[in-house]
T-cell receptor, first 113, second 111 residues
Framework: DTGVSQNPRHKITKRGQNVTFRCDPI?????LYWYRQTLGQGPEFLTY????????KSRLLSDRFSAERPKGSFSTLEIQRTEQGDSAMYLC???????????FGPGTRLTVL | RKEVEQDPGPFNVPEGATVAFNCTYS??????FFWYRQDCRKEPKLLMS???SGNEDGRFTAQLNRASQYISLLIRDSKLSDSATYLC????????????FGQGTRLTINP
């Protein structure tokens, strides 16, 4: 499968714990995006990388959230001290420079108890 | 005001019917426009890009009205498999590298 992959697909955690998600983009895509989606809403932009550089961060990305893409390939999204309001689907997407459309991974569904 | 607004529906239409969705966007400098489809508990998938001249892909037709800042999607001869949520998506400016999604319009095609 050469699409965007995300791991884990599901994560259940207790409030206050830290969680980390991984995204592997389509191999030739240099841009990588993280979005969050809650029930009944469209995805909301969190952050964007071009190669290894994090070029844009949403105000939604509080200081408890951090994303990295150390080698310009896979990316990780970490949430520290999780809160119940963090429960959502976390979607990763990738694209090539100059292409407006993005390809999404299957998402990681986070449930914070 | 939301950057991209859609009627969330739900729309319930019989198989074979024609159905149309509209979406409005607030940023007049928006550059790129798309319709994505999202099935229940799945990721969004690109359905089609929307061009100023309008474009058609089989039973699907998308149109853009920059003056009124709205985008439309028309589905003709609807199939049961068209049941999904349709997301109106905008790239808000040339410098931005993110997509802004509408809430989505839920469509159910009934046999």
């Amino acid at each position: 499968d050469t699409g965007v992959s995300q791991n884990p697909r599901h994560k259940i955690t207790k409030r206050g714990q830290n969680v980390t998600f991984r995204c592997d983009p389509i191999s030739e895509h240099n841009r990588l995006y993280w979005y969050r989606q809650t029930l009944g809403q469209g995805p909301e932009f969190l952050t964007y990388f071009q190669n290894e550089a994090q070029l844009e961060k949403s105000r939604l990305l509080s200081d408890r959230f951090s994303a990295e893409r150390p080698k310009g390939s896979f990316s990780t999204l970490e949430i520290q001290r999780t809160e119940q309001g963090d429960s959502a689907m976390y979607l990763c997407a990738s694209s090539r420079s100059g292409e407006g459309s993005e390809f999404f991974g299957p998402g990681t569904r986070l449930t914070v108890l | 005001r939301k950057e991209v607004e859609q009627d969330p529906g739900p729309f319930n239409v019989p198989e074979g019917a024609t159905v149309a969705f509209n979406c409005t966007y607030s940023n007049s400098a928006s550059q790129s426009f798309f319709w994505y489809r999202q099935d229940c508990r799945k990721e969004p998938k690109l359905l089609m890009s929307v061009y100023s001249s309008g474009n058609e892909d089989g039973r699907f037709t998308a149109q853009l009205n920059r003056a009124s800042q709205y985008i439309s999607l028309l589905i003709r001869d609807s199939k049961l498999s068209d049941s999904a949520t349709y997301l109106c998506v905008v790239n808000p400016s040339q410098g931005a590298q993110k997509l802004v999604f509408g809430q989505g319009t839920r469509l159910t095609i009934n046999p």
